[in-house]
């Protein structure tokens, strides 16, 4: 088992309040991951749950167990840090055995997991290497493995990846989604790279300033945003936001201008709405086309353009000094400084109030 239950934790040092109430339930068998910006409390959060920090205040259940005094030892998790912390003295074997050592196993059972991490990892040719003698892929394979043999409740990665270059992130990537499938243990994994989130996780935890913002699947987070830090952080490159007015609202929908110069009506009814009410209308640079002849599109002017083959990813500012960025599939003949009229489609759109918060309905 492996469910991991957080009530109201609260972090602080001193008078600085680091993680503010998170509520989160972490069901047995879930890849789950904290996402947000250099210091959100991502991997302080993960500090509590591995018990290397104590809470300030709040409960913390592993498997319905309160384990806030429980020391990290005691608590039947494995994690994995960013720096691999391998003993560059030990074989790969010995680092495998040392924890299992420790907890005093039998040594067949000891060689045993062992054997079965290396098949799991393909690192059997290693076993006799110290860390110094391998790659950093395989020095993270190693470090995982080292989580593995524990047999644990659940896995903690602290940005595993970081360290690696970005070809072998990928396979690594691949390599641990494939290790969830085998083993079907509980997850958590810290990250800034909201890709890796989106390529990893069953859910996804977007953290800002110690406060959960949004917690869903990957594709509920990129397709209802909750606000606009979520819509602009989830999806690569981000997306676009630009200023809108609601025209009317009802039960046929929602009519609204866009930058002052396109009007669209979208079939979802902002509730609550009001004419005349400044709005964020959100837009993926993926959906943004260029317009046909017969279409009252937004001028842009072209400032940079970055022909890369299968697309062409164009950076503009529409007349009103706001930067708007498309991804247009194939191959396009656009240069900079010359207008070109952009559109979309209004399913496409997301609409966030002046607060950020999405209007309800949308």
Same mark, same amino acid.
């Given at each position: 088992?492996?469910?991991?239950?957080?009530?109201?934790?609260?972090? /602080?040092? $001193?008078?600085? %309040?680091?993680?503010?109430?998170?509520?989160?339930?972490?069901?047995?068998?879930?890849?789950?991951?904290?996402? $947000?910006?250099?210091?959100?409390?991502?991997?302080?959060?993960?500090?509590?749950?591995?018990? &290397?920090?104590?809470?300030?205040?709040?409960?913390?259940?592993?498997?319905?167990?309160?384990?806030?005094?429980?020391?990290?030892?005691?608590? $039947?998790?494995?994690?994995?840090? *960013?720096?691999?912390?391998?003993?560059?003295?030990?074989?790969?074997?010995?680092?495998?055995?040392?924890?299992?050592?420790?907890?005093?196993?039998?040594?067949?059972?000891?060689?045993?997991?062992?054997?079965?991490?290396?098949?799991? &990892?393909?690192?059997?040719?290693?076993?006799?290497?110290?860390?110094?003698?391998?790659?950093?892929?395989?020095?993270?394979?190693?470090?995982?493995?080292?989580?593995?043999?524990?047999?644990?409740?659940?896995?903690? &990665?602290?940005?595993?990846?970081?360290?690696?270059?970005?070809?072998?992130?990928?396979?690594?990537?691949?390599?641990?989604?494939?290790?969830?499938?085998?083993?079907?243990?509980?997850?958590?994994?810290?990250?800034?790279?909201?890709?890796? #989130?989106?390529?990893? #996780?069953?859910?996804?935890?977007? !953290?800002?300033? $110690?406060?959960?913002?949004?917690?869903?699947?990957?594709?509920? !987070?990129?397709? +209802?945003?909750?606000?606009?830090?979520?819509?602009?952080?989830?999806?690569?490159?981000?997306?676009?936001?630009? +200023?809108? +007015?609601?025209?009317?609202?009802?039960?046929?929908?929602?009519?609204?201008?866009?930058?002052?110069?396109?009007? &669209?009506?979208? /079939?979802?009814?902002?509730? %609550?709405?009001?004419?005349? *009410?400044?709005?964020?209308?959100?837009?993926?640079?993926?959906?943004?086309?260029?317009?046909?002849?017969?279409?009252?599109?937004? /001028?842009?002017?072209? %400032?940079?353009?970055?022909?890369?083959?299968?697309?062409?990813?164009?950076?503009?500012?529409?007349?009103?000094?706001?930067?708007?960025?498309?991804?247009?599939?194939?191959?396009?003949?656009?240069?900079?400084?010359?207008?070109?009229?952009?559109?979309?489609?209004?399913?496409?759109?997301?609409?966030?109030?002046?607060?950020?918060?999405?209007?309800?309905? +949308?």
């Amino acid at each position: 088992m492996g469910r991991i239950t957080l009530q109201k934790v609260v972090k /602080s040092f $001193g008078a600085l %309040d680091i993680l503010h109430g998170i509520d989160l339930d972490i069901q047995d068998g879930e890849f789950i991951v904290f996402v $947000g910006p250099s210091g959100c409390g991502k991997s302080t959060l993960l500090r509590q749950i591995a018990g &290397l920090d104590k809470p300030t205040s709040g409960q913390i259940h592993i498997d319905g167990e309160l384990v806030n005094d429980v020391p990290a030892a005691d608590r $039947g998790l494995a994690m994995v840090f *960013q720096s691999y912390a391998l003993y560059p003295h030990m074989t790969v074997r010995q680092n495998l055995a040392f924890g299992l050592e420790n907890a005093r196993l039998p040594k067949h059972e000891i060689d045993s997991r062992i054997a079965e991490a290396a098949r799991m &990892l393909e690192i059997g040719d290693y076993l006799n290497r110290r860390p110094g003698q391998l790659s950093g892929g395989q020095r993270q394979r190693v470090a995982i493995g080292r989580a593995i043999v524990r047999n644990p409740t659940a896995f903690l &990665l602290d940005e595993p990846l970081s360290n690696l270059d970005a070809e072998l992130r990928i396979s690594m990537r691949a390599e641990l989604s494939a290790l969830h499938a085998r083993l079907k243990t509980t997850m958590i994994y810290v990250t800034h790279d909201q890709i890796e #989130a989106m390529t990893l #996780a069953n859910r996804i935890v977007v !953290l800002r300033k $110690g406060k959960i913002e949004q917690v869903g699947t990957p594709l509920e !987070l990129y397709n +209802t945003p909750a606000n606009r830090f979520v819509a602009g952080f989830i999806g690569a490159p981000s997306m676009n936001f630009l +200023t809108g +007015t609601i025209l009317s609202t009802g039960a046929d929908g929602t009519r609204l201008t866009v930058l002052g110069e396109t009007q &669209l009506t979208t /079939s979802r009814t902002a509730v %609550d709405a009001k004419a005349g *009410q400044k709005i964020n209308v959100g837009v993926r640079p993926q959906h943004i086309r260029l317009a046909k002849p017969e279409e009252n599109g937004i /001028s842009a002017h072209i %400032d940079m353009v970055e022909a890369l083959g299968s697309e062409t990813v164009i950076h503009a500012h529409a007349v009103t000094g706001e930067t708007i960025l498309a991804v247009l599939a194939g191959q396009h003949d656009l240069a900079k400084g010359t207008e070109v009229q952009l559109s979309f489609e209004s399913r496409d759109i997301h609409l966030f109030d002046e607060a950020g918060l999405r209007l309800a309905g +949308t």
